[in-house]
């Protein structure tokens, strides 16, 4: 049986059209990565912003990542407003808690001097461990806030109520504006 000259130029069609459908997801893919790092070229902005006309520190380590999680897996579960938002606020009672079980809320902190306290140590060990299950329980897991929580224990951060106020501004504002960019990028989907 004789090919026709139709049929024998149908696999060039279907090559032709499966590299055009390869560039185009591959612009696709480097315009979702442009613009994914322009997001979190603002959302990061926002924050160091405020934190330089305030002088509150309103941009610290765990938002890092904590606008990562959003702005570049937001399909992830940790990305959600409820993970974010109850898991920090977790690991700050976890912390506080920790701290005041083991009478380290005045101790040095481990980040300024040569050598961690004892009860600074216990008190992370526990935090962290009151962490992990608080966010377990109230199915809101979200890594960086553990972050926050070694912040608050180890003594990177005061655990006064101005500051873990602070904290949480800093956490609603970055997952406000983290939140826009999600939406906006689901819209475009």
Same mark, same amino acid.
């Given at each position: ?57 309103? =941009? ?93 224990? =180890? ?35």
């Amino acid at each position: 049986m004789e090919e026709t000259a139709q049929e024998k130029n149908l696999p060039d069609c279907i090559t032709i059209l499966s590299i055009l459908r390869l560039k185009n997801l591959r612009a696709f893919m480097v315009l979702e990565i442009i613009f994914k790092t322009f997001a979190v070229l603002v959302s990061t902005g926002v924050m160091g912003a405020l934190a330089y006309f305030t002088h509150y520190p309103l =941009l610290f380590p765990s938002l890092g990542p904590t606008i990562f999680i959003h702005i570049v897996t937001p399909q992830q579960d940790a990305s959600r407003v409820w993970n974010t938002l109850a898991g920090h606020a977790i690991g700050i009672i976890a912390a506080v808690f920790s701290l005041w079980i083991f009478d380290a809320l005045a101790a040095p902190a481990a980040m300024s001097i040569d050598h961690i306290t004892w009860n600074r140590m216990a008190a992370s060990v526990l935090a962290i461990s009151l962490t992990v299950l608080g966010q377990g329980l109230c199915k809101a897991n979200h890594p960086p806030a553990a972050a926050t929580t070694l912040l608050l224990s =180890l003594g990177g951060f005061h655990s006064d109520i101005k500051t873990i106020s602070v904290i949480c501004i800093g956490v609603i504002i970055s997952t406000t504006v983290s939140e826009v960019f999600q939406k906006f990028m689901a819209y475009k989907k």
